[in-house]
């Protein structure tokens, strides 16, 4: 599988730090794999202002929003720490890896993080390409382990034969004291503050997801090497199973071998492509059954709101039409100006006849982009079609060697089912609109068909997207929130369903500013569209709106609100939604994620509710979260998460997110899968001390946003195998993977977060708590360990936080003593859960303090600068690389 990595770097960076860098990582990653895995190829995209090169070839589907790799400088001041943002669980591929530049540049890191190839890489690529986790925890740096009958204080790593002391430093100003660390007498750990600082000579050779930067670590830990009683997220999340065993489970293990060499078959080549302006062609099916439910009308409203608000300054577009034929109704335009967007919607259709021949579409939509370039490289279609076609297949080929990108729109029951095809071999996205009036849908899949450059500041973000059938006389109200990050190109959009004339509207803007109805401007081309464009920047705060119906019938009435950046500087609040996987067969659960985020700053504390959409137009709601429980692997990262198994049938879904805050507050959470910054190292005998981590003020790592409404498109899949007489409750309850239990005087405390009846959603019948003094058993042989009493436990609803507190029967309590809790839940259906992370509470009596407070040694360092506040608009490249197997083929 060809992989692409982006680089968002200053003018004056040349490319020979991470043509290095890769090069590097490709010997290193070669031998840590066993001799399996190498990258081949890298490509650099290279920004569309540069002065182009007779070297730089045209980019084709590479594009920053599938980049695997970002380099940029953080959103507000922050630290270097290289982090890889994960979204799913053991196993699952990460979404990209974040270097910033003074990561790439500055060799001071060197000894805080490795070699910038050889260690910090591959450890982020293990993340990324194979769903495995960090193996130490800042957390809970310390566990109680028990060896020969002596317990004692153990630092979270892997493997556990990684030696070295537990320092603890204090520094004022430059000058900085160092001392062996205490025991906390409340928690019987070592204090807070306290470090692992390693012997910089190591005799074992695990683990990259430990610490990386060890010259003794060449490899992952496996069975034999693996530390199963760390309390790390690898062992969280991956039950305990080393990183070697999750890596070996990959569909890229199973399809190599290794071969018998010390380095690649072939050494990393690069070469560099240049982006151009963005060309995008509309091919719209214009056949009789588009004349069924409204849907030419509602096309021509959709594909209005993208050629006057949606698509970027600057972009060429064009329109073709296409029944058992295709027509080109408007060549290539560059949008220059609003008049240049208004005229563009003059060769919008408006009626429909004939048959569907998808393929013809196309062809002619290559024409069209090949009336600006000779090839169609890097250019766009946005293909609609609403029926069946048995010709498509005769052009896959074809376009698949084309190197053009086409999104792909579903429009009711009947779209060709091979329709997808094209968005899959191309990367374009995946879209899909019902015929429910009420859902928006049709204007939410041409509002999410964005560019891909990675400029957010020019993108069109919608802030609200909301239609409901109002009565004869009555009104629909709401509020719609413009936040501070956006209020440029701000449009308010009424649609209505029924007679041409308007209905009645009210608007305020946050100081008062009244507009009614004669505000607006409708159409004479579509007169079922209100559109009031604010002139500057929106005023910030709530806007409040009134729409009355005055028909004589009922009506859909729907109000959509876009608006761009209000600053180049200042990054935009920005919503990413999907679905963890495009195809499922029932009954496997699928997961709904959203993330939300201001730059690399995830937004906590949101409310998000997702829709999801059938295509008969039957539509769940569900409500996701952030909590670290549930199909939610981590807590406060700004990804919020939730199980769907609402499954009504066979065919196409469509998900929708809406977003509100009130009063938010960003602040950087670390991310969790993230480079270990090294705090020192002991060299014969000396400790040497990295300069600690820079530490920002609350000022610097969080910004005051107020409030703000996002509406997002997560796209469309497809579900097979429902049955078609109903489903029965096939859903367990989820896994618990936030257990926590800890000694109190004589009894033992356990805390989680409450799984549902059906995964993360509604509420299990009864809990099964398990203990034994032997990990393994607990692990292996679960039923056969020790049943807790929980005939007084009760589950709650799920996502409340469960706590229970019991004495252990049957059990010696002393010094030393380790037992270890695991849990399952239990739905009204007998069905039950996955085991439960696994949990120690530990009675650990720290021994007296016998050593000196100081160490003979002071340490004198020189605090390495914090990396400033973005203070310029960077270039933008892409790299692409290749992960070959050790045979040579690309995977």
Same mark, same amino acid.
């Given at each position: 599988?060809a992989?692409t990595?982006q680089?968002?770097?200053h003018k004056?960076f040349?490319?020979?730090?991470?043509?290095?860098?890769?090069?590097?990582?490709?010997?290193?990653?070669f031998n840590?794999t066993?001799?399996?895995?190498?990258?081949?190829?890298?490509?650099?995209?290279?920004?569309?202002?540069w002065?182009p090169k007779p070297e730089?070839?045209?980019?084709?589907?590479e594009?920053y929003?599938k980049?695997d790799v970002?380099?940029a400088n953080?959103f507000?001041?922050?630290?270097?720490d290289?982090y890889?943002?994960q979204?799913?669980?053991?196993?699952?591929?990460?979404?990209y890896?974040?270097?910033?530049?003074d990561?790439?540049?500055?060799d001071?890191?060197?000894n805080?993080?490795g070699?910038?190839?050889?260690?910090?890489?591959v450890?982020e690529w293990?993340?990324l390409r194979w769903?495995?986790?960090?193996?130490y925890?800042n957390d809970?740096p310390?566990?109680?382990?028990?060896?020969?009958?002596?317990?004692?204080?153990?630092a979270t790593?892997?493997?556990a034969?990684?030696?070295?002391?537990?320092?603890?430093?204090s520094?004022?100003g430059?000058s900085?004291?160092?001392?062996e660390c205490?025991?906390?007498?409340?928690?019987k750990?070592?204090e807070a503050?306290?470090?692992f600082i390693p012997?910089k000579?190591q005799f074992?050779?695990?683990?990259?997801m430990?610490?990386?930067?060890?010259?003794?670590?060449v490899?992952f830990c496996d069975?034999?090497?693996?530390?199963?009683n760390?309390?790390?997220m690898?062992?969280?999340i991956?039950?305990?199973?080393?990183?070697?065993?999750?890596i070996?489970?990959?569909?890229?293990?199973?399809?190599?071998?290794?071969i018998?060499?010390?380095?690649?078959p072939?050494e990393?080549?690069f070469?560099l492509?240049?982006t151009?302006d963005?060309?995008?062609?509309l091919?719209l099916d214009?056949?009789?059954?588009?004349?069924w439910?409204?849907?030419?009308?509602?096309?021509?409203?959709?594909?209005e709101?993208?050629l006057?608000?949606?698509i970027e300054?600057g972009s060429w577009?064009?329109i073709?039409?296409f029944?058992?034929?295709?027509q080109?109704?408007?060549?290539l335009?560059?949008?220059?100006s609003?008049d240049?967007r208004?005229?563009?919607?003059t060769y919008l259709?408006?009626?429909?006849?004939g048959?569907?021949?998808i393929?013809?579409g196309?062809?002619?939509?290559?024409?069209?982009i090949n009336?600006?370039?000779?090839?169609?490289?890097?250019?766009?279609i946005v293909?609609?079609t609403?029926?069946?076609?048995?010709?498509?297949?005769s052009c896959?080929?074809?376009?698949?060697?084309?190197?053009l990108?086409?999104?792909?729109?579903a429009?009711?029951?009947?779209a060709?089912s091979?329709?997808?095809l094209f968005s899959d071999?191309?990367g374009?996205l995946?879209?899909?609109?019902t015929d429910?009036?009420?859902?928006?849908a049709?204007?939410?899949?041409f509002s999410g068909?964005?560019?891909?450059?990675?400029n957010?500041s020019?993108q069109?973000?919608?802030?609200e997207s909301?239609?409901?059938?109002?009565a004869?006389?009555?009104?629909?109200n709401g509020?719609?929130t413009?936040?501070s990050t956006v209020?440029?190109?701000?449009?308010f959009?009424?649609?209505?369903?029924?007679?041409?004339?308007p209905?009645?509207?009210?608007l305020?803007?946050p100081?008062g500013?009244?507009y009614?109805?004669s505000?607006?401007?409708v159409?004479?081309?579509?007169?079922r569209?209100?559109?009031?464009?604010?002139?500057?920047?929106a005023e910030?705060?709530?806007w409040?709106y009134?729409i009355q119906n005055?028909?004589?019938a009922?009506q859909v009435?729907s109000?959509?609100?876009?608006?761009?950046?209000a600053s180049?500087?200042?990054p935009p609040v920005?919503?990413?939604a999907h679905m963890n996987?495009?195809t499922n067969?029932?009954?496997?659960p699928?997961v709904?994620y959203?993330e939300?985020?201001?730059?690399?700053?995830?937004?906590?504390?949101a409310?998000?509710m997702?829709?999801?959409?059938?295509?008969?137009?039957?539509?769940v709601?569900?409500k996701?979260l952030?909590d670290g429980s549930g199909?939610d692997?981590?807590?406060?990262?700004?990804?919020?998460s939730k199980y769907?198994?609402s499954?009504k049938?066979?065919?196409?879904?469509?998900?929708?997110?809406?977003?509100?805050?009130r009063?938010q507050?960003?602040?950087?959470?670390?991310?969790?899968?993230r480079?270990?910054?090294?705090?020192?190292?002991?060299?014969?005998?000396e400790?040497k001390?990295?300069a600690?981590?820079?530490e920002v003020s609350d000022?610097?790592?969080q910004?005051?946003?107020?409030?703000?409404?996002?509406?997002?498109?997560?796209?469309?899949?497809?579900?097979?195998?429902?049955?078609?007489g109903g489903?029965?409750d096939?859903?367990?309850?989820?896994?618990?993977t936030d257990?926590?239990?800890?000694f109190e005087e004589?009894k033992?405390?356990?805390s989680?977060?409450?799984?549902?009846?059906d995964l993360?959603?509604?509420?299990?019948?009864?809990?099964?708590?398990?203990?034994? +003094? /032997?990990?393994? #058993?607990?692990?292996? &042989?679960?039923g056969d360990?020790? =049943?807790?009493? *929980?005939?007084?436990l009760v589950?709650k609803?799920?996502g409340?936080?469960?706590?229970f507190q019991?004495?252990?029967?049957?059990?010696t309590i002393?010094n030393g003593?380790?037992i270890y809790?695991?849990?399952?839940?239990?739905?009204?259906?007998s069905?039950?859960?996955e085991v439960s992370?696994?949990?120690?509470?530990?009675?650990f009596?720290?021994?007296? +303090? /016998?050593?000196? #407070?100081t160490?003979? &040694?002071?340490v004198?360092t020189? =605090?390495i600068? *914090?990396?400033?506040?973005l203070?310029?608009t960077?270039p933008?490249e892409?790299?692409?690389?290749?992960?070959l197997s050790?045979?040579?083929?690309?995977?």
């Open positions: 599988m992989s990595i680089f968002l770097i004056t040349l490319f020979f730090p991470y043509q290095d860098m890769v090069k590097e990582a490709s010997t290193y990653l840590a066993k001799q399996r895995f190498f990258f081949k190829a890298v490509k650099i995209i290279i920004p569309l202002h002065l730089y070839l045209s980019v084709k589907t594009s929003d980049a970002i380099v953080p507000l001041k922050y630290g270097d290289p890889t943002l979204y799913g669980g053991c196993g699952e591929k990460g979404r890896i974040h270097f910033t530049r990561f790439l540049l500055n001071n890191l060197y805080i993080y070699s910038r190839g050889t260690k910090v890489f450890h293990a993340h769903g495995v986790f960090d193996e925890n809970a310390f566990y109680v382990s028990v060896n020969s009958g002596n317990a004692s204080v153990e790593r892997c493997s034969d990684v030696t070295g002391k537990y320092i603890l430093q520094c004022t430059k900085c004291m160092t001392r205490k025991y906390d007498q409340q928690t750990l070592y503050g306290c470090k012997n000579t074992s050779p695990a683990s990259i430990y610490m990386q930067s060890l010259p003794s670590v490899e069975q034999s090497t693996h530390n199963e760390a309390t790390n690898q062992n969280k991956c039950n305990h199973k080393s990183t070697w065993e999750v070996m489970k990959s569909s890229d293990f199973s399809n190599t071998s290794p018998n060499s010390t380095s690649p072939f990393t080549s070469s492509l240049q151009k963005r060309v995008v062609c091919v214009v056949s009789g059954s588009m004349a439910n409204n849907r030419i009308n509602r096309l021509y409203q959709a594909a709101i993208f006057l608000q949606i300054m577009v064009g073709v039409t029944h058992s034929t295709a080109i109704a408007c060549s335009r560059q949008i220059v609003e240049v208004q005229d563009l919607i259709p408006t009626s429909a006849n048959g569907t021949n393929c013809q196309i062809y002619k939509g290559f024409e069209v009336q600006k370039n000779s090839n169609l490289d890097g250019s766009e293909l609609l609403d029926g069946e076609d048995t010709t498509v297949s896959l080929t074809d376009v698949k060697n084309r190197g990108i086409i999104h792909t729109i429009l009711g029951p009947s060709a091979e329709l997808e071999m191309t374009g995946k879209l899909h609109a429910t009036v009420d859902s928006n049709l204007i939410d899949a068909i964005s560019s891909g450059s990675g957010i020019e069109s973000i919608q802030l909301t239609a409901r059938s109002v004869v006389k009555q009104w629909m509020t719609v413009v936040d209020g440029k190109d701000t449009f959009v009424v649609t209505w369903d029924g007679i041409t004339s209905p009645d509207i009210l305020w803007d100081k500013k009244e009614r109805t505000s607006f401007t159409s004479n081309l579509n007169l569209t209100a559109r009031l464009s604010i002139a500057g920047t910030v705060g709530d409040l009134w005055n028909h004589i009922p009435i109000m959509i609100v876009t608006s761009r950046a180049l500087a200042v920005t919503v990413k996987k495009d067969n029932f009954p496997n699928m709904i959203a939300v985020s201001q730059g690399f700053l995830p937004v906590l504390g409310t998000v997702a829709t999801v959409e059938q295509e008969t137009g039957s539509a709601e569900l996701l952030d199909a692997i981590t807590k406060n990262d700004g990804i919020y769907f198994t499954f049938g066979n065919g196409r879904y469509n998900l929708k997110v809406h977003i509100q805050g009063k507050t960003v602040r950087l959470g670390r991310r969790q899968s480079a270990l910054y090294v705090p020192g190292y002991i060299e014969n005998g400790i001390m990295n600690p981590r820079p000022e610097e790592i910004a005051k946003l107020g409030s703000f409404n996002r509406v997002a498109t997560g796209g469309s899949f497809v579900v097979e195998n429902v049955p078609s489903t029965t096939v859903f367990p309850p989820c896994k618990i257990l926590e239990a800890q004589d033992i405390h356990l989680w977060t409450a799984p549902g009846n993360d959603e509604g509420q299990a019948d009864r809990y099964i708590i398990k203990m034994s +003094e /032997s990990f393994l #058993d607990l692990r292996n &042989t679960f360990s020790i =049943s807790v009493n *929980t005939s007084s589950p609803p799920a409340t936080k469960e706590s019991f004495k252990p029967e049957n059990v002393e003593t380790i809790f695991a849990i399952r839940a239990v739905d009204n259906a069905l039950t859960s992370n696994i949990v120690q509470a530990a009675l009596v720290p021994p007296k +303090e /016998s050593s000196p #407070d160490l003979p &040694t002071e004198i020189n =605090s600068p *914090t990396q400033g506040p203070t310029d960077l933008t892409v790299i692409t690389t290749s992960l050790s045979q040579g083929g690309e995977i």
